[in-house]
């Protein structure tokens, strides 16, 4: 075993930690954190499709499970479209189940999908827009950073945005004026 | 010339003859593959960091390289797989005791110009044979186009419901007139799940527009995410890598599925070429694809496929993208997706790696419409030639993603479709749908056989209902409401997919039981003759069995 695959791999496991931190930090961990980190453990043989195989693990971002995702549920008003969203808790389970087949940039985008459940979908757009080209200054992108981690803890995004930000000022693809 | 032979003058009024042709030129891209100009392979790391690839060193890296060599390049598997002889990895790509996760770990480490110049090696069959062993999805599939060139929401109703009948795993439309796109994802959305629950949808619109509608659940999944290889032609699209990675995010965070889309030709038809091979630059756009972490990729030229069509070993080099994508790990949706050829031969011909070796999804898309109402330029294969590859799959023993429909299922289907959508529209308020039109859906063949619709009306109409706020749960409502609780239930089937993420994952479909296949549960495992997809006894029973076979019970004796 190599000194780089070491290293690397004690990274992998740096990194690993430093997520479980902070999914216990958001309320939207919660199902990994009731059912205990074992169950976490997921196998793409066995727990895939998890609505499927572990529909236990799975919640709307209301709370409420599949099986409530009811025609009758519909008509009464009980579902609202809020309940036929993503959670974050979701998306990282889905992000270890990506890994386990070794597609960690498939992981980590799943990761970066996790952290913008807490963005609104108008402002998610709205940054959309401010990173294609000549679109914004250098100071707008990294204000968008601070508000991406500051206001809704997305950090990998944050740091995406900071990353652009150089980027385009290299580049000369910052908005002059 | 003064007298003319009559076999040349035959010749020349071939349909093939009034396609174009041009030399070589590689100053200014237009060579397939293999330019002299395209630089030669090369890679430094310094403490994990990619500090020169290619030839270029990292203060010099353009956008897509530092791309590519920050989120897609592994340094744990590069200094291996550069070091090895290029033809000995082409060697490997078609050897069976070589297993498609090898391949796939090496191909982590390559650079842009290690992996053309390891396809450079290949020639078409055994391109073929790579597809066939690398693609994710072990069982192949196919998508369809569902347009028309006025928009008309009942026409795309009965036409998605008919081609989700005929087998086709995803849908795509796109508008004519771009306020009519409400509409028209809504008449998909209808149409699809009342031919078969479980079809994914989408509606290509500006990025923006289309994530809008994603939101709101009108669609399933998003393709029309384009990248491209240069950083000119990138900017000119009005986007940079970073901002199509945090794109791709976005619809992960609304559970919605994606890919990007790139092709060959699309930098030489924008001007940028950089006098690099089409090829090359393609590859790079696999590679930042991968980086950005999206499951899988739209590409084999798509709209561009006039370009490589055109000079030498173009069609090959198509075939060679697609399977750069699936070499990483990617879904492929590989083309034949717009008019080609005026020549029956030669679009034949242009199919036949992707149809004979299989991909993820064979064409993106096959025109469920006439070629007249195909509102991406046509499509190499038409409904019109639907009879044809039927008898294709059934001539070569292929799964072609499509099954043989008799004409009674389909008019019931279609009717079906267009009342459905008329009880929506008239539950959301939206223009009145008339049991003309309804009627006209049901027998049409294109746009031509439906009464026209008071255009400025629906338009006006589909802005509002953006306006409103309405969802896919007002869908759901409205046909329950009026007796179509089977559509009601595949809609909100197919709501309900965004909540677990299963279909997220790379090459995800749905069956209509809305269970997901994809290359997580339904990974590749060909390891030659015997193994990886075979046709079962149920499918190829199907495929064989085409009504215009005799047979002896129906001969007079």
Known sequence: ?177 | MAKRSKRFEVLAKRPVNQDGFVAEWPEVGLIAMNSPFDPKPSLKIENGRVVEMDGKRREDFDMIEQFIADYFIDVSVAPEVMTMDSAQIARMIVDINVPRTEIARLAQGMTPAKVVEVLGHMNIVEIMMGMMKMRARKTPANQCHVTNLRDNPVQIAADAAEAALRGFAEQETTVGVVRYAPFNALSLLVGSQTGRGGVLTQCALEEATELQLGMRGLTSYAETISVYGTEQVFVDGDDTPWSKAFLASAYASRGLKMRFTSGTGSEVQMGYAEGKSMLYLEARCVMLTKGAGVQGLQNGSISCIGVPGAVPTGIRAVAAENLITMMLDLEVASGNDQTFSHSDIRRTARLLPQFAAGTDFIFSGYSAVPNYDNMFAGSNFDIEDMDDYLILQRDLMVDGGVRPVSEEEVVAVRNRAARALQAVFKELGLPEITDEEVEAATYAHGSEDMPPRKVAEDLKAAQDMIARGVTGLDVVKALAKHGFEDIAQNILNMLKQRVSGDYLHTSAILDQHFHVISAVNDLNDYRGPGTGYRLSKERWEEIKNIVQALRPEDMEI
Do not use: H, W
Not at chain 1, 5 to 18: A, N, P, T
Not at chain 1, 126 to 148: M, V
């Open chain 1, 1 to 177: 075993m190599d000194a780089r695959y070491i290293e690397q791999l004690v990274r992998e496991v740096i990194k690993q930690m430093s997520n479980v931190a902070g999914e216990e930090n958001t309320p939207a961990a919660s199902a990994c954190a009731q059912v205990g980190k074992a169950e976490c453990d997921l196998q793409p043989g066995k727990d895939y499709p998890l609505a499927e195989k572990r529909p236990e693990l799975i919640r709307t971002a209301t709370g409420k499970k599949l099986e409530e995702l009811t025609i009758e549920n519909v008509l009464n008003g009980r579902i609202t479209p809020q309940d036929v969203r993503i959670t974050p808790d979701a998306l990282l389970m889905q992000a270890r189940i990506a890994e386990a087949c070794g597609r960690k940039q498939l992981a980590q985008n799943f990761r970066r999908a996790a952290e913008l459940t807490r963005v609104p979908d108008e402002r998610i757009l709205e940054i959309y827009n401010a990173l294609r080209p000549y679109r914004s200054t250098r100071a707008e992108l990294l204000a968008i950073a601070d508000e991406l981690e500051q206001k809704y803890g997305a950090r990998i995004n944050a740091a995406f945005v900071r990353e652009a930000a150089d980027v385009y000022e290299r580049r000369g693809r910052l908005r002059t004026a």
